[in-house]
């Protein structure tokens, strides 16, 4: 039976592909950093290319490959492969997605994720960099968007859940994502999101073993208003884990940010980031922190944009941090 | 003080006269040059697009949150590229975006896997020619054609807006 099923989908891709001419674009994303903390220091960050291919009336693919430094590898570089989708075009804007995908859980992470030359601000918010969500999930989903007068989009997605490997899962789970937003008037995205895995006994998830097994719900809500002049963009996930020795325990993390267009390429900005995990949280192991941004934005076009930022981070049992850091962000 | 003889003081109002009716002729076909540049007329291969459309239909279509025509072909959008002036007017009239700003739209979407990017085109008889041989094709230019692929999409009722 399931042979049989899997030579329909076979049959029905070969002819959804046959006599298409294929159109295939290469992009990718760069940038330069200066910063300052204590020191002067120059770097540069991850080299991203993106392939996007219509193999068909109705296939499409995209993927996505970061270069990227790492102080493990004998190179000092590693190569990353982001996301590798397959989509197939069921009906109207309705998508089967296969592959490993950026987790539709929030609006920044689906929407610029690598391309920081979109970034509003030099680099991710902490919700993203400290690992609350899980960035990438490998597996197979519906999607849909645009549906309606309100622009109703959903996402629903099964994969490899977190301690998983790129090509296999490391137990009989699945992790669960769903997510919602609506479009009601031009330049606004309003959305919610739910993720649950399990995290078996004895994974690895971020270099940090876990000896007992953990529930996880992440539930997300985001809110992104781009328009002509003010640009305001805040989300907020909250993570409730369980373990039977702790019981549930909720971390909640968010950021708020707002920019003002004064011209069509001057953008000031600013954003507030916090998250708090509550004591006795065994998954995230964070410590609670918060984090103050300020920084100008000069858009020389759509393919080039300098930031210039002061960052002052408040991190519980440990230093503050305060550095100023330029970035040069292009789209190539 | 030197005073100006009655016939020359004529002879110059009336030459004076004649540079402002100039100026203003120029003026005049200068404002209507930019008026029928500021027309856009859709064009659509006749596999795929309608004979009529809402302007709001036409705008979703154009924006990617229309991705297929009723008859399920895929939409190919070819637009005029952002820095000429039938680009920037759809830009402007279209999208209510700056040039840069529908490059960056587009990037974003394709980026995204949302998807697929318009095909954009330096001539008009370019455009046309892509749309006449892509089924599903729909693309902007500034007055009605229509071929034996081609035809011109009427919005709101009308050929061109």
Known sequence: ?332 | MKRTSKPIQLLSSKSALLNYSFLIGCLFFAIAGKAQQNTLTAIGNVSGAPADMRQSELKAVLMGETQRWKNGKRIIIALMKTNTALGKTTSLKIYDMSGDELNKYWLSLVFQGKAQAPVFFTSVSDLQNFVAQNPGAIGIIDKPMASADVRAVMIDGKPSF
């Open chain 1, 1 to 332: 039976m399931k042979i049989k099923l899997l030579l329909t989908i076979c049959v029905c891709f070969f002819l959804a592909a046959r006599s298409f001419a294929q159109a295939t674009q290469i992009k990718g994303f760069v940038d330069v950093t200066a910063g300052y903390n204590k020191k002067t220091t120059f770097g540069f960050g991850e080299q991203d290319l993106f392939i996007t291919s219509a193999i068909s009336d109705r296939i499409s693919f995209l993927g996505e490959t970061v270069f990227k430094y790492d102080a493990e590898e004998h190179s000092e570089f590693t190569i990353s492969v982001e996301r590798v989708i397959i989509t197939y075009n069921l009906f109207g804007n309705h998508n089967l997605v296969m592959g490993k995908i950026h987790t539709p859980l929030n609006y920044w992470n689906d929407t610029y994720h690598h391309g920081r030359v979109f970034f509003p601000t030099i680099d991710r918010p902490l919700l993203f960099s400290a690992s609350i969500l899980p960035l990438h999930t490998v597996g197979v989903g519906f999607e849909g968007h645009d549906l309606g007068k309100i622009k109703f989009g959903y996402n629903l997605f099964v994969g490899n859940g977190l301690g998983s490997s790129e090509v296999a899962d490391n137990d009989k789970g699945k992790c669960i994502t769903a997510a919602f937003h609506i479009k009601p008037v031009n330049r606004l995205k309003i959305g919610m999101s739910y993720y649950y895995d399990v995290v078996s006994a004895g994974a690895d998830v971020h270099d940090i073993h876990y000896d007992h097994q953990i529930n996880q719900h992440l539930i997300s809500a985001s809110i992104a208003r781009f328009g002509k002049k003010l640009e305001l963009l805040t989300e907020a996930t909250a993570g409730l884990n369980h373990t039977d020795s702790t019981g549930t325990k909720n971390t909640l993390a968010a950021y708020a940010y707002a920019g003002y267009k004064i011209k069509e390429k001057y953008v000031p900005y600013v954003r507030y980031d916090n998250i708090s995990y509550q004591s006795g949280e065994m998954y995230y192991k964070g410590k609670n922190v918060q984090s103050f941004v300020a920084g100008f934005r000069y858009e020389i076009n759509y393919l080039a944009v300098v930031k210039l930022e002061y960052q002052h981070i408040e991190n519980t049992n440990a230093a503050d941090v305060d550095k100023v850091t330029a970035q040069f962000a292009i789209g190539f």
